[in-house]
């Protein structure tokens, strides 16, 4: 039970290939499936069987209707598996960008994608549970995707991959006792101006006068919606960045913490070890692929 999909597997690091930018797949792990990341969102939907998902979060039991949505960059694994049958969706971070950006802004989709992974020290790994009727939604919807006939049909991929998105995320906020409530405009503003300039000095004063609020006030907004202050949303988006880049080029890494805003060498190990659990140059030896 294995599909092809259109990624290329160094053992340590998923990426896509041919210009594709999401897939589904099925399929059936026997033992362990070693510890690797990925440069895209990835999430993965057990049908059947049993086994335990490592990560930086910590080790989690999995049974048939859990789900698991990684964020990129994450890196994990899967042990002690017996016919552990799962689905995997994957897509780009060009296309959560772009014709997904407008998540952002749904409350369920928004929490789903970009804040519940990190909110809770979920460290980029949001788990839930899917009841029955949301599995075979689900299922179907993945099922689409994965029959889909070519990878040029983009509109068509995205409109699948937003039904089973959707699904999803009408099942995590049904299960989770955090509250969803639609994101302020300054908040969405100040995400875009961070991640469009993610080398720039930003301070929380600098960005509150950018958006013509109160630096408190700001704060506030953005823990309503992210869980985060806004300098924590930064450093969150600045190491993303860093650890795509230390497995996409072959760039010094004191070059790759400037390049992200973080020009004190010590300053950007520090960042990277504790999101990552690794410091940037471990991460690097491990997971990147030879160039």
Request: proline fraction near 5%; charged fraction near 20%.
């Amino acid at each position: 039970m294995t599909d092809e999909p259109p990624v290329e597997n160094t053992r340590t690091l998923l990426h896509f290939i041919d210009g594709s930018h999401a897939y589904a797949g099925h399929y059936l792990h026997e033992g362990a499936h070693p510890v690797h990341t990925h440069s895209f969102v990835e999430i993965a939907v057990v049908t059947a069987g049993t086994g335990v998902h490592h990560s930086l979060a910590g080790r989690q039991d999995l049974h048939a209707g859990d789900a698991l949505l990684l964020r990129p960059g994450v890196w994990h694994g899967y042990e002690n598996c017996e016919r552990l049958d799962l689905y995997n969706c994957c897509f780009s971070t060009e296309l959560l960008q772009r014709e997904l950006a407008w998540t952002r802004q749904d409350p369920h989709l928004g929490h789903l994608l970009w804040t519940g992974p990190y909110s809770g020290q979920r460290r980029g790994v949001l788990a839930t549970h899917l009841p029955g009727e949301a599995l075979a939604t689900c299922l179907e919807h993945l099922d689409g995707l994965r029959a889909l006939p070519a990878p040029e049909y983009r509109g068509d991929l995205v409109g699948r991959l937003t039904l089973f998105l959707s699904a999803l995320a009408r099942a995590v906020a049904g299960t989770s006792s955090e509250e969803s409530m639609s994101t302020h405009t300054a908040v969405l503003d100040a995400m875009r101006m961070m991640e469009d300039r993610p080398a720039h000095q930003w301070t929380l004063t600098d960005l509150a006068a950018e958006l013509h609020l109160a630096p408190g006030y700001l704060v506030r907004l953005f823990k309503a919606a992210t869980g985060l202050p806004p300098m924590a949303y930064l450093s969150r988006h600045r190491v993303e960045l860093a650890a795509a880049r230390l497995l996409h080029t072959d760039q010094p890494i004191n070059r790759i913490g400037e390049s992200v805003g973080w020009p004190d060498q010590n300053y950007f190990a520090r960042r990277f070890k504790s999101h990552y659990g690794l410091s940037a140059s471990t991460y690097r030896a491990r997971f990147a692929r030879a160039h």
